[in-house]
């Protein structure tokens, strides 16, 4: 019954979640795509209104939407005024409630790669909680400095610490874990933007203009720079989101600079994609950026690791081929959702789909990679699909799942 409802909660968030990203980022990038394209009145024009900004004209469900963006003046307040935060909360709260159900689970051990360290499960959630924390102050305070006003340096600075953070969270973390954790500093750090710099300076002029006091622009500019720091993170993000499906990814070696490889071509994409309208190489941009991506993370994949292989046991060498094979992406630790749960199923008592049941022995489960199809557990579809592996590489799979 516990289990039920858990994966009835896991079915809601991860729902909720993606449903709630969608209509944020949607609505992040309309928004910044409206800004760029915004014509701004002519100089000069002696009949233009002193409050409007630029206007837009969008066609769309059979008819044009003219779009003004314009001063609030402090006597003609628009209602009803629709602020925007919701969905960027929503994602937020329904996110931390999946890492929770996803990751924290077991005491952290899905956070957990043994041939990597030895940190217990309670301390790996310490590390991410505390890196979620960090990253925000850290993040936060460079561009609160004085050294926004660089931004090219700011920029720098804040990509060289992420990257760092990177390279220790890999000497702890799985590599799916990597990459969610990554996923999550940032994604939190954009609905604290939110929170903390978009709704409370709009509530600033807001209250000022409550008060009878103009329109000051300034506030509205530290919301605009944080709203576009979060325009450029959202394809990052829901790349490192989805990251569990591309498992060649996140078993690689060369996971941090992998990562960074992402985050700079993904960031250098949605630039080149806002410059559509004034940059006529746009699209060639993207498909440099793109295939100058592919070729160095190609290159990162070859290339030799640091640590080789060398000195790890059997069940170590599993144990990474299980993620490598994509065999994680459905035996997720502590899951039994998209497939059965491996954790001590050596030696277990398997119920099959035929109503048998059948000891979970080396030869059950030699057959179960081997030929999934041969015998399927109760429950289950026949999904799991057929892997080729070395005569060596089962060897090493099978003696992880002893061991799990
Ligand atoms: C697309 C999802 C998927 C992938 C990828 C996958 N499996 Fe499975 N696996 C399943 C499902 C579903 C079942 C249960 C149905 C069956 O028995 O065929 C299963 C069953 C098993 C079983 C028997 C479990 C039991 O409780 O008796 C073993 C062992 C196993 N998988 C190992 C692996 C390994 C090792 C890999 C990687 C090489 C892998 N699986 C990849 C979905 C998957």
Not at 144 to 163: G, N, W
Not at 188 to 193: E, G
Not at 345 to 370: C, F
Request: with cysteine; glycine share 8%; proline share 4%.
């Amino acid at each position: 019954m516990e289990s039920e409802i858990a994966s009835w909660f896991s079915v809601i968030f991860r729902f909720v979640h993606v449903l709630a990203s969608i209509m944020w980022i949607g609505n992040s990038i309309l928004f910044t795509w409206m800004e760029l394209n915004l014509i701004a009145p002519k100089a000069g024009d002696e009949n233009t209104d002193k409050d409007l900004l630029g206007h837009l004209d969008m066609l769309h469900g059979g008819g044009v939407f003219h779009l003004q963006k314009r001063v609030i003046n402090p006597g003609a307040i628009p209602s009803p005024l629709h602020w925007f935060m919701w969905q960027s909360y929503t994602t937020w709260i329904t996110g931390t409630l999946l890492l929770i159900s996803v990751f924290y689970i077991n005491g952290g051990a899905p956070l957990l790669d043994s041939s990597k360290s030895a940190l217990t499960g309670w301390g790996a959630i310490g590390m991410s909680v505390g890196g979620i924390i960090a990253w925000w102050l850290v993040y936060d305070t460079i561009w609160r400095s004085k050294l926004k006003e660089v931004p090219a340096l700011a920029v720098l600075l804040t990509f060289a610490l992420l990257m760092t953070a990177t390279v220790y969270l890999n000497q702890y973390f799985n590599g799916r874990a990597v990459f969610l954790q990554v996923g999550v500093m940032l994604g939190t750090s954009m609905t604290a933007n939110v929170f903390v710099h978009i709704i409370r300076n709009q509530k600033k002029f807001m209250a000022a203009l409550l008060a009878g006091k103009p329109h000051d622009l300034k506030y509205g500019k530290q919301a605009k720079t944080r709203s576009m720091h979060n325009h450029y993170m959202t394809f990052p993000v829901l790349f490192m989101m989805l990251s569990a499906h591309f498992p060649q990814l996140i078993s690689a070696d060369w996971l941090s600079p992998i990562l960074g490889v992402i985050i700079v071509s993904l960031m250098l994409v949605k630039f080149f994609m806002n410059s559509r309208y004034y940059f006529s190489g746009w699209l060639v941009s993207i498909f440099i950026v793109f295939l100058i991506a592919v070729g160095l993370i190609k290159v990162l994949l070859i290339m030799p690791a640091s640590t080789s292989d060398v000195g790890l046991t059997d069940a170590q060498k599993g144990s990474k081929l299980f993620v490598a094979q994509g065999c994680a992406v459905c035996h997720q630790v502590g899951s039994s959702q998209l497939a059965p749960n491996l954790d001590k199923i050596y030696n277990s008592t398997v119920q099959l789909a035929d109503g048998g049941k059948v000891v979970a022995d080396e030869a059950y489960l030699r057959e179960s990679i081997e030929r999934p199809q041969a015998k399927v557990v109760k429950g289950y579809p026949a999904s799991m699909p057929p892997v080729s592996l070395t005569k060596e590489q089962l060897d090493y799979l099978i003696a992880y799942l002893k061991t799990r």
